[in-house]
């Protein structure tokens, strides 16, 4: 009789499944997440939390009024290497190429396996807030932020706005009206 307890605990060990270490690291920091009304997540598939989407809100600055949207892609290697963030919508922005590359340090050389989703959000934040046109991937919106602010400011609400800049289409990124968007959030 022992012998087929034993069987079945063995055997009931053997059924348990084991979640990935990476996926134990990943529900912890989306559980972590501050609790920012300029900033949700969207899960398309609710099952997989390794694919999301970031929608941020500036609160301030240039792109104010935007809403910009960024797909989180989380890996098995997660955290000792960076999701793949990209920007879903193309837009003029000095940090931002218009195929969606982010240019930010922590998705780069700065990763460490420390830091956590909301360091990426965190950054994502200081990219609409202060522009660096020093470390560009757009490096037409760079030279316009540099050599003239003020076109620049120009091309940013036009681009929002689904304008062409430049010879360039981009997308309507205009928040959506309170009245629109009741029961978004």
């Known amino acids: ?33 501050a609790d920012d009304p300029t900033t949700r997540l969207e899960f398309a598939n609710t099952s997989d939390q390794t694919k999301f989407t970031v929608v941020y809100q500036p609160p301030g600055g240039l792109y104010h009024g935007g809403e910009f949207k960024f797909s989180f892609e ?3 290697e997660y955290p000792h290497k960076p999701p793949k963030v990209l920007c879903v919508q193309k837009i003029y922005h000095p940090n931002i190429d218009t195929d969606g590359h982010v240019c930010l340090n922590v998705l780069r050389e700065d990763w460490k396996p420390v830091l956590s989703i909301q360091s990426i959000i965190f950054g994502l934040h200081l990219l609409f807030m202060a522009p660096n046109p020093e470390d560009p991937l757009n490096n037409d919106a760079a030279q316009n932020m540099i050599n003239d602010p003020t076109g620049f400011k120009m091309n940013v609400t036009t681009s929002m706005r689904g304008g062409n800049v430049k010879n360039a289409k981009y997308e309507c990124v205009l928040a959506p009206t309170p009245a629109h968007s009741k029961g978004r959030r």
């Open 74 to 76: 989380v890996s098995e």
């Open 1 to 33: 009789m022992l012998k087929i307890w034993a069987q079945r605990k063995d055997d009931a060990q053997k059924n348990k499944s084991v979640v990935p270490p990476y996926r134990i690291r990943l529900q912890k920091d989306l559980s972590e997440l």
